[in-house]
T-cell receptor, first 115, second 114 residues
Framework: KQEVTQIPAALSVPEGENLVLNCSFT??????LQWFRQDPGKGLTSLLL?????REQTSGRLNASLDKSSGRSTLYIAASQPGDSATYLC??????????????FGKGITLSVRP | GAGVSQSPSNKVTEKGKDVELRCDPI?????LYWYRQSLGQGLEFLIY????????KSGLPSDRFSAERTGGSVSTLTIQRTQQEDSAVYLC????????????FGPGTRLTVT
């Protein structure tokens, strides 16, 4: 059974700091890995999606990397801003088996960026 | 275009009552997923629909939980005889088909059982 772990559960940093959020997963047989952002009381917004054959993806100040063999992914946020404060969730999708492509999520990292 | 919508956004119910949660997926999306997010827990998969059929119900926590989808569109998640441990945010997601890379999430329904 796939398990996704995100540590720490919460992180507080001063504005402007570069930071790394970690995600680990137990089963390397994944189709892709996705990073989501969740604001309080809101749904999930997809940030970056990395295919199993890729090493990294970039979007603006965000860069996500994937090391499938070691079961790890990182989300790098450059020059953090108070508006980056949210919960960041990592999710993996199994290789398509013909059944479904349900995602397995970590519990998330709640980030607070102090002005 | 319109995204995934869910209703109600908030629901408070008494223990033992039945509740229905509704999901309107993006038009044309054939795959639909229900997830549950409990306090202190990650999102947990509940059920997956492809069209009107549910090939994977493995995440439904008990037989008090059921879901249906009609017309390949709207889905309803029903919880019978609600318990306090059912309190959570219930999220719905849809994708154009099971092969699609991304799932698009709705804002969720926050259920509180008192």
């Amino acid at each position: 059974k796939q398990e996704v772990t995100q540590i720490p559960a919460a992180l507080s940093v001063p504005e402007g700091e570069n930071l790394v959020l970690n995600c680990s997963f137990t089963d390397s047989a994944i189709y892709n890995l996705q990073w989501f952002r969740q604001d309080p009381g809101k749904g999930l917004t997809s940030l970056l999606l990395i295919q199993s054959s890729q090493r990294e993806q970039t979007s603006g100040r965000l860069n996500a990397s994937l090391d499938k063999s070691s079961g790890r992914s990182t989300l790098y946020i450059a020059a953090s801003q108070p508006g980056d404060s949210a919960t960041y969730l990592c999710a993996v999708r199994p290789r398509y088996t013909g059944a479904n492509s349900k995602l397995t999520f970590g519990k998330g990292i709640t980030l607070s960026v102090r002005p | 275009g319109a995204g995934v919508s869910q209703s109600p956004s908030n629901k408070v119910t008494e223990k033992g009552k039945d509740v229905e949660l509704r999901c309107d997926p993006i038009s044309g999306h054939t795959a639909l997923y229900w997830y549950r997010q409990s306090l202190g827990q990650g999102l947990e998969f509940l059920i997956y629909f492809q069209g009107n059929s549910a090939p994977d119900k493995s995440g439904l926590p008990s037989d008090r939980f059921s879901a249906e989808r009609t017309g390949g569109s709207v889905s309803t998640l029903t919880i019978q005889r609600t318990q306090q441990e059912d309190s959570a945010v219930y999220l719905c997601a849809s994708s154009p088909d099971p092969y699609s890379e991304e799932q698009y999430f709705g804002p969720g329904t926050r259920l509180t059982v008192t």
